[in-house]
């Protein structure tokens, strides 16, 4: 076990709704990332925070959010799905120092199926 | 942006030894982590570099030569749960110090 939470482990929605993936860092740590991984690619970096603000962007859709709330734990939201979408959707933390040496731990990943 | 070559998969022996290569390219190289990841699983941490040179953790060991865009993890005795994906990951401190992962090398373990 890792320590971080993500909920929910699987969703199974439709074109066109939104998502929100919730996750929980490991204790003490501020950093939190989120990465897309779909069958045909590897973990796709999305976006990360630190302490709350936003710190690294990647290859995030525009119809793609986040942020991270005061109590650390942070939300990935999905909106206008489509059906490319599907994909497992991890969070990692790190911390909590914020240095470049520091591991990320990830969670278990909530698997998206958008039909 | 980075760009991180692995090999697509790769077969070894139990009892083996094998080496993974991986090769970046990144302007601002700031540390080269590898991962391992089973099946449907989350990746777990395997090693870190930043300076060149060997890095040893039981049976896993990483080297690192940052002048020539290059990292290797070296698994011994290969046993059968060694059969998973390993990614490497590049951290680059433009754009944040984000962590950005190769697409992994699968490796089959066979007896």
């Known amino acids: 076990d890792s320590g971080v939470t993500q909920t929910p482990k699987h969703l199974i929605t439709a074109t066109g709704q939104r998502v929100t993936l919730r996750c929980s860092p490991r204790?003490?740590?501020?950093?939190v990332y989120w990465y897309q991984q779909s069958l045909d690619q590897g973990l796709q970096f999305l976006i990360q925070?630190?302490?709350?603000?936003?710190?690294a962007k990647g290859n995030i859709l525009e119809r793609f959010s986040a942020q991270q709330f005061p109590d650390l734990h942070s939300e990935l939201n999905l909106s206008s799905l489509e059906l490319g979408d599907s994909a497992l959707y991890f969070c990692?933390?790190?911390?909590?120092?914020?240095?470049?040496?520091?591991?990320?731990?990830f969670g278990s990943g909530t698997q998206l199926s958008v039909l | 942006g980075q760009n991180i070559d692995q090999p697509t998969e790769m077969t070894a022996t139990e009892g083996a030894i094998v080496q993974i290569n991986c090769t970046y390219q990144?302007?601002?190289?700031?540390?080269l982590f590898w991962y391992q990841q089973h099946a449907g699983e989350a990746p777990t941490f395997l090693s870190y570099?930043?300076?060149?040179g060997l890095e040893e953790k039981g049976r896993f060991s990483s080297f690192l030569s940052r002048s020539k865009g290059y990292s290797y993890l070296l698994l011994k005795e290969l046993q059968m749960k060694d059969s998973a994906s390993y990614l490497c990951?590049?951290?680059?401190?433009?754009?944040?110090?984000?962590?950005?992962f190769g697409a992994g090398t699968i490796l089959r373990v066979k007896s």
């Open positions: 990692a933390s790190s911390g909590p120092q914020g240095t470049t040496n520091e591991k990320l731990f």
């Open positions: 204790s003490g740590d501020l950093s």
């Open positions: 925070y630190y302490n709350g603000e936003e710190r």
């Open positions: 990144t302007s601002g190289f700031n540390g």
């Open positions: 570099n930043v300076l060149d």
């Open positions: 990951a590049v951290r680059d401190r433009n754009g944040g110090n984000k962590l950005v």
